[in-house]
């Protein structure tokens, strides 16, 4: 397996609110764990959210080894949320923190996904890119619903608020996808900095083609940023069979 990420400030913001993790050795029950988080709230809560959580979740994880995986990644979701929600709750600064968060593992030939906000996860195939993961957010829940169309929501004022986060709440709900992989799948995990630059085609140009993974992430985040960076940029890229 090969993966490689990264995470750019971007042309406007003045810090990074992204937070990024990823290993191939064992980390509790799971055999490897790749985490995008996008923190929101004040100029400092959101770094300190995406930053604190990310942690939390890895820290759970790795005293998972007795546990299912799905119940060690929900776990460290649920640790994660309740460390966040109360130091809001003792801190003013901090009141209304939270974050996005995407985790993943690959068990050979099959992913698992876990997924609160609207970072996303991606599958890019030969036959094209794929979302695995839905966005918890105003837009999008409008479009499931039909109320929108896609092309309306990529151009929504609304488009950022998001529904559900990390943090935000006493409890979190968090979606869980499970997917087989194909020989030559790629996994796209990343924050809105880069899909509200790109869209799916030019995504699946530079990420499926010539180059080093490295290259390729590289590619993906100055695309974004020549596309105006308006926003943190994270990209993740996984080769599960390479």
Same mark, same amino acid.
């Given at each position: ?55 939390? $979740?890895? +820290? %759970?994880?790795? =005293?998972? !080894?007795?546990? /299912? ?6 776990? *460290? ?70 109320? $929108?169309? +896609? %092309?309306?929501? =990529?151009? !929504?004022?609304? /488009? ?6 990390? *943090? ?75």
């Amino acid at each position: 397996m090969k993966f490689f990420g990264k995470t750019d400030q971007g042309m406007v913001r003045s810090s990074n609110q992204d937070a990024l993790f990823y290993t191939g050795e064992q980390t509790g029950v799971l055999e490897n764990i790749f985490v995008v988080c996008d923190g929101m709230g004040g100029h400092n809560a959101g770094e300190y959210a995406s930053a604190r959580a990310l942690e939390s $979740l890895v +820290e %759970e994880i790795k =005293s998972s !080894h007795d546990k /299912k995986p799905l119940e060690a990644i929900q776990n *460290g979701f649920s640790m994660a949320n309740n460390e966040l929600y109360t130091e809001a709750e003792r801190d003013e600064a901090k009141r209304g923190m939270g974050t996005t968060m995407v985790a993943a593992a690959i068990f050979k030939n099959h992913l698992v996904v876990a997924n609160v906000g609207d970072s996303r996860l991606y599958i890019l195939s030969p036959g094209g890119i794929r979302q695995v993961t839905q966005d918890h957010s105003i837009v999008e829940e409008l479009v499931r619903r039909g109320v $929108l169309t +896609e %092309e309306d929501a =990529s151009h !929504h004022a609304e /488009k950022h608020k998001i529904t559900r986060a990390v *943090g935000a709440e006493a409890t979190v709900r968090v979606d869980f996808f499970e997917e087989d992989l194909q020989e030559d799948d790629i996994v796209l995990m990343c924050t809105d900095g880069l899909t509200n630059m790109l869209d799916d085609v030019e995504i699946q140009q530079i990420a499926a083609g010539d180059g080093s993974l490295e290259e390729r992430v590289d590619r993906l985040i100055n695309r974004a940023k020549e596309n105006g960076g308006l926003d943190n940029i994270t990209a993740l890229l996984i080769e599960p069979f390479k």
